[in-house]
Each structure stands twice: as structure tokens, then as C-alpha cells.
T-cell receptor, first 116, second 110 residues
């Protein structure tokens, strides 16, 4: 089955700097890679996703890149702000698990702290 | 408002007691999921249901049970057989594979 590794587990940056979180996956059949942001005591919220037919996707200060050959994808946050502080999870869809929709396999999360 | 409602937000249980966590959605999604979250462990799948009256075990189903009698509802029972039930539990629903999460329920066993 799919396995997702996420690094780093913690990341501290100064306000205004960029932050990069990296994930690798094991199953080349995976075709959907979302990123979730979880604030303290709340449920995760989808912030951006990418499908395997696209190499990069941007949404304002957030971007995700996908390298299918190397089987890794990354989240890039530019001009970080204190409200970006949260735990970020990457995930990959395992098409061999969970029927026609597949199930998401999550990384263990990155705690991002943005210092003012 | 459309969304997923989990209750209660906080729950305390004595050892040996069963407890049921509620999850209701009004998004008209077919698929629903339960995840367990522990510090540094990410999200681990307990049970999932792709359609009413059907559900499958996830990676850590032992000590848990679910039902799916209605499309809107997917309650999770944490039984006394679950050896380490203290955790944050998240319910989610999906239509096309994108997950929408509830706000979670924190269970503490005293």
C-alpha cells in the first residue's frame, strides 16, 4: 500500500520568510495529493491540492509542486504571516485501498511556527 | 450552513465504559470516515463507509465499531476493548475524494 513520508516535523521561520514542506510517496499509481492545514483544537482544512497530470499549482502565497518521477511533492508558502502558524499535513490517494475513490494516506504532519 | 458536525467536543470516560461519538453531515456526501489523531502520528483511519448500510475497517479498527443507517450520520463507538482510547477523533466526508473534516472530538479516559 501507499506510504507517505513528511519532512520536517517542525519548522520555524521569521515573518516574511518562505517555508517549504516536503513529502514523498511510494505508490506510482497515486494521482491526487492534497495539503491540509490544522489549527490548534480544530479539524484539518484543505488549502491546496494537485493532481498527477499537473506539475505545479499556485493559489496566492501558497504553491504545490509535484515530481512524479521522483515521487515527491512540496508545499511552498511565501511571505509567511503569524496566522500561517499551524500543523500542515500532506496526503496521497491510495487507489488500491477504499474502492473507486481511494483513501487518503497522510504524512505525520509539520508544525510550522512563524515568528513576528 | 453546510458542513460536518461532531459532538461532543470533549468527552471523559472511565475505563471499561463504551462511548459513542456523533458525526452528522448535510453535504449530501456518500462517503464518510473516522480518523484518530495522536501527537506526532498524523491521521490514522479507523473505519470508512462509502454508502449507506456498508462500512469497512481501516488501519486501526480494533476496539471500535460504527454504523451507517443514514446517509447523514456515521457514529463511532469506542468500546472497552480499545486499549488506549485517549485521543482526538476526526470525522470526515467526501464526494469526489476531497475530504471535509469536522472540528473533532477529544476523548479522555480517566
Amino acid at each position: 500500500g501507499e506510504n507517505v513520508e513528511q519532512h520536517p516535523s517542525t519548522l520555524s521561520v521569521q515573518e516574511g520568510d518562505s517555508a517549504v514542506i516536503k513529502c514523498t510517496y511510494s505508490d506510482s499509481a497515486s494521482n491526487y495529493f492534497p495539503w491540509y492545514k490544522q489549527e490548534l483544537g480544530k479539524g484539518p482544512q484543505l488549502i491546496i491540492d494537485i493532481r498527477s497530470n499537473v506539475g505545479e499549482k499556485k493559489d496566492q502565497r501558497i504553491a504545490v509542486t509535484l515530481n512524479k518521477t521522483a515521487k515527491h511533492f512540496s508545499l511552498h508558502i511565501t511571505e509567511t504571516q503569524p496566522e500561517d502558524s499551524a500543523v500542515y499535513f500532506c496526503a496521497a490517494r491510495d487507489m488500491n485501498y477504499g474502492g473507486s475513490q481511494g483513501n487518503l494516506i497522510f504524512g505525520k504532519g509539520t508544525k510550522l511556527s512563524v515568528k513576528p | 450552513d453546510g458542513g460536518i458536525t461532531q459532538s461532543p467536543k470533549y468527552l471523559f470516560r472511565k475505563e471499561g465504559q463504551n462511548v459513542t461519538l456523533s458525526c452528522e453531515q448535510n453535504l449530501n456526501h456518500d462517503a464518510m470516515y473516522w480518523y484518530r489523531q495522536d501527537p506526532g502520528q498524523g491521521l490514522r483511519l479507523i473505519y470508512y463507509s462509502q454508502i449507506v448500510n456498508d462500512f469497512q475497517k481501516g488501519d486501526i479498527a480494533e476496539g471500535y465499531s460504527v454504523s451507517r443507517e443514514k446517509k447523514e450520520s456515521f457514529p463511532l463507538t469506542v468500546t472497552s476493548a480499545q486499549k488506549n482510547p485517549t485521543a482526538f477523533y476526526l470525522c470526515a466526508s467526501s464526494y469526489t475524494g476531497e475530504l471535509f473534516f469536522g472540528e473533532g472530538s477529544r476523548l479522555t479516559v480517566l
